[in-house]
């Protein structure tokens, strides 16, 4: 999701880039779309430690599981 969004935001940034041709379009790009870029970036960082996070999370879940029907306890 969030690489998709990046590839959109980098498009747009540089065709803005593309045309800018005085300090006030430069500012303009260094100082809303760069964040803007940084902030996707800490997003789908955060978005790829939650998914491990959460793969993690079901594995020990199946194997807690696991080790109720390994000893044939079953679900009440």
Known sequence: MFDDVMGL???CANRFNAGVR????TSIANEVLS???ENIACLRSFSEDYQRQVTAIDGILEEAQNVGTS???RDV
């Not at 005085?22 to 379009?25: A, I, L, R, S, T």
Request: net charge negative; no cysteine; charged share 25%.
């Open 9 to 11: 935001m980098a498009a």
């Open 22 to 25: 005085d300090g006030f379009g």
């Open 35 to 37: 964040p803007i870029q």
């Open 71 to 73: 000893r044939g306890e």
